[in-house]
Structures are given as structure tokens and as C-alpha cells.
């Protein structure tokens, strides 16, 4: 199953840049049991990167204490309304996703 | 079905909140706290607990993952879909078909093809019905999301919910059908009756009541009606699982002790529309955060 797309907020403020994001995922921990009593398998995303003009301006390694759904939000200098940020992230399967957003 | 990573986030939560809520016990003297607590627990100041959760809804207000639902929606929406293969874009939610803009709060209402009073999800079936060829049956069956699933009208309502972001809440009473709906969800609202002797009214009825630590809101009132319909379609931390007010409604009566009402029956429509037109010319802030 192809994963959901990203939503990417990226606003431009005195030369910072504020970038939101909302992943689709389900964070499943693996320590879980379905009604059946077996374990769900452990499902996450384990690393997480944007990038900006090809520079990498965030690179983060998460793991199963991140939320359903995560929502990551941070700040970077340098980039103008207009340029485009690329987020990615890759889980424990190695599905991957990568959205572009458009700073504004 | 409490997922672990929820437990701990709860838990967490749960520690940030108790705290606050001792510090800020501290510095009052004993006579003026021990009235601070009273007025707290019969629930006219809003209590630390709702405090703390509502300046975290505000933040996740900002994005909350309700936004992943509507974008789930919108692709369904457009998409060609069912037996019949086609999409909901020439689906009339009132204002037209496929004119999406303001439909939300502008629901349940009377639908002239349809003859009945129809809330968003109701008529969202009857389109995936009579459009796209799916059986009503089929659509009952789990209609409500799980664990492993959100059923399609969820979504559905998610995205059309989102088109009527901050507008006003203006559901009809024009047609006899919908002021009869109006009547016959008052009667229901105020209905007691199961093992418990309950009503909708018992809880919500009087102002300043509260469940362990969650506010109750008189929909009875001009003032508080409003809160039947902000938030929802809401995404549930307790377990990240995406609900529209069929759902609400229908977990009332659950915790009522009543008969389960049928899915997307005119039971449902009626209530919805006795809370939504108490809660008419208030601003609808579109799909919500809830605990």
C-alpha cells in the first residue's frame, strides 16, 4: 500500500522559515496486541529529512514512541518564499515518502 | 483498545496537567483555595485540566492530522469509485450539486429528492448510494473507525466539513420536514428511558455539570449549543482515530444504555439538526482536535 501524502506548511518571516508538517502513518510500536492476542508488528518511520536546495536543513532518527500521525514542526534561516523544501521520511519496512512544498 | 505508545502519552499528559495543577494550588491560602476547589468542582470556572488541554488544542489546532482526513476525503471525492464508477462531484449537499462551500453548516436539512432530513453523512451515503452504486448495507456494516480502518464516509464528511471552515452554523427551518426533525430531536434529546433511566438531557441538560474531568455543554442553551458541533469531524488522540457526529451520537447512546441507533438514520438527523439549530449563528472552525 503506497503511504498517504505529507500536508507541508512552509512560511517565510525575517529569514526564517517556518516549516509544519503532518505525516500519515501509523506508528505502530510493536509492542501491541490485536484482539486476537498477537503482537501487531513493530511499523515506524525511523528517519525523517528535509532538505533545501539540496542542502540537508534538518535530519532527525525517530522511533516508536512517536504519535500516530506525527506532526513535526521547525525552523530554519536562509530560505526565501518561493524556493521548495523536500521532506522524506523512511521507515522500519523501508517505505519511503517524499513531498514538496513551496515556501510562501 | 488503548495503544501503549497512547498509554504513555497519556500518562505523560497526565503528569504535565497534575503538576500544573498542584503548583498552582500552592501559594493560595487554605480558605480561599478550599472555595477555589468547591467552584472548580461544581464546574463554573473552566477546571486546570481543561485549561491545559485547550492551550494544547489551540497549538494543534494550527495542524491538526483532521487535515490528513480531508485530504484523504478530497481524493474520494473526485475519484471515480463503486459499481457504478463514478464520482461524488455531482452529489447535492444542498447548495447545488458538487458546491461544497458552506454545505456543512448548512446541514441536516430537508432534501426534496430524498424526502427526508438529511445530516452530512447521511446524505454523503445516500450520493455514494444512488451515485456510485454502493449498497446502503455495506456502508452500515463498520461504519465507524477502528484501529485498522476509517470507513470512506469518514473522510468524506472530514473534507466537506473543512469547506465550511469558519462560517457560520445556518441550518435551515424552513421546510415543515425540518422544523418536524427540529421537534422530534428535542423529544429524543429530553427521551429517558433504558436501564439507567438516562436522557441526552441528564448530561446535558443543566449547566456546569462534568464527567471525572471533562466539561459538559448544555445544548440546551444558545450559548453551549455550539460546542455539539465545534470540533467534529474531530480526531480522537485516545487511540488517533478520525470521528465524525454520527459516531458522537451514536457513543452517547451506547453510554446511555439504549438500543444502538441505525447508521445514518433519522434518529441521527433529528438530533443533529435540535443541536444544530440551537447552535445556529455561531462560527463553525471546521474539523477539530478532540481528547
Known sequence: MMADPMRIRATSKDGVVNVKVLMSHEMETGQRKDAAGKLVPAHFIQSVSATWQGRVVLSAQWGPAVSKNPYLEFNFKGGQKGDKIQLTWTDNKGDKRTDEATIN | ?291
Not at chain 2, 8 to 18: I, K
Not at chain 2, 162 to 182: D, L, N, T, W
Request: net charge positive; aromatic share 8%; glycine share 8%.
Open chain 2, 1 to 291: 483498545m488503548l495503544s501503549i505508545k497512547l498509554k504513555v502519552a497519556l500518562a505523560l499528559s497526565g503528569f504535565a496537567l497534575v503538576y500544573t495543577a498542584h503548583a498552582q494550588q500552592k501559594p493560595a491560602a487554605a480558605p480561599k483555595a478550599a472555595a477555589a476547589r468547591i467552584k472548580q468542582a461544581a464546574g463554573t470556572p473552566k477546571s486546570a485540566i481543561t485549561a491545559e488541554f485547550e492551550k494544547f488544542r489551540e497549538v494543534m489546532e494550527e495542524a491538526s492530522p483532521a487535515e490528513l482526513f480531508e485530504a484523504k476525503g478530497e481524493d474520494l471525492w473526485k475519484a471515480k469509485r463503486g459499481p457504478k464508477n463514478a464520482s461524488l462531484e455531482q452529489c447535492d449537499l444542498g447548495l447545488g450539486p458538487g458546491v461544497l462551500k458552506g454545505a456543512y453548516v448548512r446541514m441536516p436539512r430537508y432534501f426534496a429528492d430524498a424526502d427526508q432530513v438529511m445530516d452530512v453523512e447521511r446524505r454523503i451515503v445516500h450520493c455514494m448510494v444512488t451515485l456510485q452504486g454502493y449498497k446502503a448495507e455495506d456502508l452500515a456494516k463498520q461504519p465507524f473507525s477502528n484501529q485498522s480502518r476509517t470507513p470512506d464516509p469518514v473522510s468524506l464528511v472530514t473534507y466537506v466539513a473543512g469547506q465550511s471552515r469558519g462560517m457560520k452554523i445556518a441550518v435551515p427551518q424552513k421546510h415543515s420536514k425540518e422544523r418536524e426533525a427540529y421537534a422530534v430531536g428535542r423529544e429524543i434529546f429530553n427521551f429517558r428511558a433504558g436501564p439507567w433511566d438516562f436522557s441526552c438531557a441528564s448530561c446535558h441538560g443543566e449547566s456546569g455539570k462534568r464527567i471525572r474531568t471533562q466539561d459538559l455543554p448544555n445544548l440546551t442553551t444558545k450559548a453551549e449549543a455550539i460546542r455539539a458541533f465545534q470540533g467534529w469531524p474531530g480526531y480522537r488522540m485516545t487511540g488517533g482515530l478520525m470521528h465524525t457526529l454520527q459516531w458522537r451520537m451514536n457513543d452517547c447512546f451506547r453510554q446511555q444504555r439504549f438500543p444502538e441507533p441505525g447508521y445514518a438514520s433519522e434518529t441521527i438527523a433529528d438530533l443533529l439538526t435540535y443541536m444544530g439549530v440551537n447552535a445556529n449563528g455561531r462560527v463553525y472552525k471546521g474539523p477539530g482536535i478532540k481528547r
